[in-house]
């Protein structure tokens, strides 16, 4: 079963009822125990995080914990509360295995599972709003607001913790992603490097973009205010977008318009960026 039909299961199921943990924890283990044998350099990293973990969560926590350890907060703290938020909220753990399964399927860099779980950073930065969202929701704001920070940082990506993202996500290379507070982001979706789902101005309140399930946003596409951008839509590469994008429509140019319908149903799970140009236009501005 393809991994796209592996999350659409899970969509029916839901995430913990159609576990894919375990499966992908015995994947990323088998790649590891040869990425060992085959790179001594890289050894004890492999057997430390993924080798010497019990569970996938706990080769997950360890993960993390590598990725933001500095004088402020040190790797045994880190590690502490990446296993307490994934233990008190198992779909931490099971979102995370569904986001490895979309890098695996929709990015031809991802040979396995264990490529991106240790080297891609959006999916790092990923891992870690999922930890910051559960830590606002534990009411411990100032924390979340540390790791949103640190994460900025170290990773290049700045995910609001109280943006609400589902599950199955491809955020590609990472740099520069951009994810505001009141931002919504569904299932399934694809996301390039230097994309902002920002706000317009100074206003307050409800002011981000809500992208639906299926959505592939092109590098550099800057989507701006409280629009939605409907399911299995399309948005050019450098796209500036400031009105809403109906379902299975793509939207090019600064500012973006609509030139077209999208050829495929949900155009993040087959990362084609091509456009269609009407007859007779040689660009679209």
């Known amino acids: 079963m393809p991994d796209t039909a592996l999350a659409r299961k899970a969509e029916i199921a839901g995430p913990i009822a159609f576990d894919r943990n375990a499966e992908v924890f015995a994947l990323m283990r088998d790649s590891a125990t040869v990425l060992a044998r085959q790179e001594p350099i890289l050894a004890p990293v492999v057997e430390r995080i993924v080798l010497g973990a019990t569970?996938?969560?706990?080769?997950?926590?360890?993960?993390l914990a590598t990725k933001l350890e500095?004088?402020?907060?040190?790797?045994?703290?880190?590690?502490?509360l990446a296993t307490e938020a994934m233990r008190v909220d198992p779909t931490i753990a099971g979102h995370a295995a569904l986001d490895l399964d979309a890098i695996k399927d929709r990015d031809p860099a991802?040979?396995?599972h264990l490529t991106p779980f240790l080297f891609f950073k959006g999916f790092h930065a990923l891992q870690w709003?999922?930890?910051?969202h559960w830590l606002l929701g534990q009411g411990r704001h100032a924390l979340a607001s540390f790791l949103q920070s640190r994460v900025s940082e170290s990773l290049a990506v700045d995910i609001h913790p109280a943006a609400r993202i589902g599950w199955g996500l491809l955020i590609d290379h990472?740099?520069?992603v951009v994810i505001g507070e009141t931002a919504v982001v569904g299932n399934d979706v694809s996301i390039l490097h230097g994309v902002t789902l920002g706000g317009t101005g100074k206003e307050s309140g409800d002011r981000h973009p809500k992208v639906r399930?299926?959505?592939l946003i092109g590098a550099g596409a800057k989507i701006l205010g409280n629009i939605e951008i409907g399911e299995g839509a399309k948005i050019g590469a450098g796209s500036v977008v400031l009105t809403a994008v109906p379902p299975h429509r793509t939207a090019v140019g600064v500012?973006?318009?609509?030139i077209g319908s999208c050829s495929e149903p949900l155009p993040a799970l087959t990362m084609d960026h091509s456009i269609p140009v009407p007859p007779g236009i040689d660009f679209v501005i």
């Open 213 to 215: 399930d299926g959505v």
């Open 110 to 112: 991802a040979r396995n």
């Open 129 to 132: 709003y999922r930890v910051g």
């Open 55 to 63: 569970d996938f969560s706990d080769a997950l926590a360890r993960l």
């Open 70 to 80: 500095c004088d402020t907060a040190c790797h045994d703290r880190l590690l502490a």
């Open 255 to 258: 500012p973006a318009r609509i």
């Open 174 to 176: 990472g740099t520069g």
